[in-house]
Each structure stands twice: as structure tokens, then as C-alpha cells.
């Protein structure tokens, strides 16, 4: 065999070598995350799910070395935005959803299957309210002698289907007794106006969208939807504690992202969230917004959502809910 064959033989080898190295390097996925990160929020700006996600950006950001940049994606009680995550984004972890059950309830899309649990990351209060020149109760006996006493019964406003605002309303009347008529909105804003207006009588608010109307009188707070009342408002009784056993409503926010997602780009955004979830600042600002921030496993809280869907999908049966 003559020098120049051999030589072209190592030559050939070589390059051999350098493209299995090439190919191989290909095939590892690179570290996460290596470019921004889309904090995907399925309601318009200016909401609490959006607060809490422009909080938590910059945050999370020096967490992970990359920045965190929100994008609202409004419509369909948070299914449009769910829907993007899950059919439009690829999974790889630079799109995460931040979102409460309003897309998994009653809706003629379920993103559930397609989505893999991050963090359950907040739980915040509800109060149900009602307008006091529309309807005379104090306390829930009074309103669901009221309601009775209405020929069609109460209208009420919510956000849309399937939303906290109208499954608790739905969960109150089957467990009260109340008669109510539902009266959906295409966001809580306008579904607010028209309760301050008079043109509804009542609602399941969050308790900061409710409070400066409580105290101005053009509210007036029936009961706390949770288990326990709300520190800053000590003399409103939860809706349990009036008679009505068991009842328990509140709202929660979860980062999710598409399934398929490398488990340890999961992780990552756990670990940076649960990071920053006991932040001091952070939770000032959180708690003047009535929101309480929660950090859990990724197993955890898929248990959690599963169970609140069970809840909910016993509910949906039990009053005939159809999808939107």
C-alpha cells in the first residue's frame, strides 16, 4: 500500500470520527434554558393572574439566567391561551402557562391531557357579594329567602363558564338551596360594572376586586368562600360557617407546560419558582393583592388538580353544566 493511500486512509478516519462527534454533539439537547423564556398568562393584562406573572418574571429571570417576558393571551375562559400552549408551542419549556382551572372546567376544549404539571404557585380568596340596592340579604339565610321569594330567581354575573366566579356560584346553589340564573361575561371587568350598576344582583369576586367596594358601601359581602375567613376582613363569616356544610371556593394559579417536556426542564422551573416563592418582597406585595403563594412538587400538584376536577366534574353533572 503506497504512502499517499494510507494517508488518505487516517484522512478518512478522521473525518469519520469528526462527524460521529458532530452528530453526537447534535443529539444532546442543549442546557436549559438557552434563549427567553414566554410566561404565557390566558387572561388580558391587568388581572391577577397577570400581576402575579410580571412579579414573578424578572425573579425567576435571575433564577434561571434568561429573561422571562409575559405575553396575554385572552378569550375562551382561558382556553385560547391554554390551546396555544398545548397545539401551537413546541415542548420544550420556553412557553409556560400560568393559569387557574378556568380552561379545564366546562369548556368545549380540555387541555388537561396535554398539559404537564410545574408548581401549583398561588391560592387567593373569594367573597360573594351582592349589590345592596338590588337585593336586601345580610348574611346567606337572608339571600336564599330572597332568591326563593324571586320569581326567576337571582341573576348573577361571572366571567364567563366555567370560571371560579361561576362554579362557585353553581356549587352555592345546589348546596344552599338558592335559586340563581346565570349571566356570563366575556372578562370580569364588565361582569363587575354591571354589578355595581345593578344590572345583576350578586357574584363570587376575588377578594381584591372586592374589597374597596365593600368599604365604600357599594358592595356588601355576604360570605367568605373559604374554609377560614380572611384576616383583613374578621367580621365576614365564611359561607360554611352560615349553614351551607362543607362549602369551600377558592381560586389557585399553576405553572404548567406542554407535555413531552424534558423532565428536567420541569425541574428547572420548579426549582426556580420555588425559589423565589418565599421571597419577602415578594410576598408583601402578593399579600396586599390577596394572593398566597404556594410551592409544590410537580406530582403534587398534578394530585391536587386532579382532585379539584373531580369536584367540579360531579358539580357540572349534578347542575347540567354544558360546555361553552
Not at 460521529?20 to 398568562?41: C, F, H, K, T
Not at 426542564?265 to 416563592?277: E, F, G, K, N, R
Request: hydrophobic residues 45%; contains cysteine; positive net charge.
Amino acid at each position: 500500500m503506497s504512502m499517499s493511500m494510507t494517508r488518505r486512509g487516517g484522512l478518512c478516519a478522521l473525518g469519520a470520527a469528526g462527524v460521529a462527534v458532530s452528530l453526537g454533539a447534535m443529539a444532546q439537547p442543549a442546557a436549559y434554558p438557552a434563549q427567553p423564556i414566554r410566561l404565557l398568562v390566558p387572561y388580558p393584562a391587568g388581572g391577577g393572574s397577570d400581576y402575579l406573572a410580571r412579579l414573578l418574571a424578572p425573579l425567576m429571570a435571575q433564577r434561571l439566567g434568561q429573561s422571562l417576558y409575559v405575553e396575554n393571551r385572552p378569550g375562551g375562559g382561558g382556553t385560547v391561551g391554554a390551546a396555544a400552549v398545548t397545539r401551537i408551542f413546541p415542548a420544550d419549556g420556553y412557553t409556560v402557562l400560568l393559569s387557574d382551572s378556568n380552561p379545564l372546567v366546562v369548556q368545549s376544549y380540555d387541555p388537561l391531557p396535554y398539559l404537564a404539571p410545574v408548581t401549583l404557585a398561588a391560592r387567593y380568596d373569594f367573597i360573594l357579594v351582592s349589590n345592596p340596592a338590588v337585593l336586601r340579604a345580610n348574611n346567606v339565610k337572608e339571600l336564599v329567602s330572597e332568591s326563593l321569594a324571586s320569581a326567576s330567581g337571582l341573576n348573577y354575573a361571572s366571567p364567563g363558564v366555567g370560571t371560579t366566579h361561576h362554579m362557585g356560584m353553581e356549587l352555592f346553589a345546589r348546596d344552599s338551596g338558592a335559586r340563581v340564573v346565570s349571566i356570563p361575561y366575556k372578562g370580569g371587568g364588565a361582569a363587575l360594572q354591571d354589578l355595581l350598576a345593578g344590572q345583576v344582583a350578586l357574584m363570587f369576586l376575588d377578594r381584591v376586586s372586592a374589597r374597596q367596594y365593600i368599604e365604600s358601601g357599594k358592595l356588601r359581602a355576604i360570605g367568605v368562600a373559604g374554609a377560614r375567613r380572611v384576616p383583613s376582613m374578621p367580621n365576614v363569616p365564611t359561607i360554611a360557617e352560615q349553614g351551607v356544610t362543607g362549602f369551600e371556593v377558592e381560586g389557585w394559579l399553576g405553572f404548567s407546560v406542554r407535555k413531552g417536556t424534558r423532565p428536567e426542564v420541569i425541574q428547572a422551573l420548579h426549582t426556580a419558582y420555588a425559589s423565589v416563592s418565599t421571597d419577602t418582597e415578594l410576598h408583601r406585595k402578593v399579600d396586599d393583592a390577596g394572593i398566597n403563594l404556594i410551592s409544590t412538587t410537580p406530582k403534587e400538584f398534578a394530585s391536587f388538580r386532579s382532585a379539584y376536577m373531580a369536584k367540579w366534574k360531579k358539580l357540572i353533572a349534578d347542575r347540567g353544566l354544558r360546555p361553552e
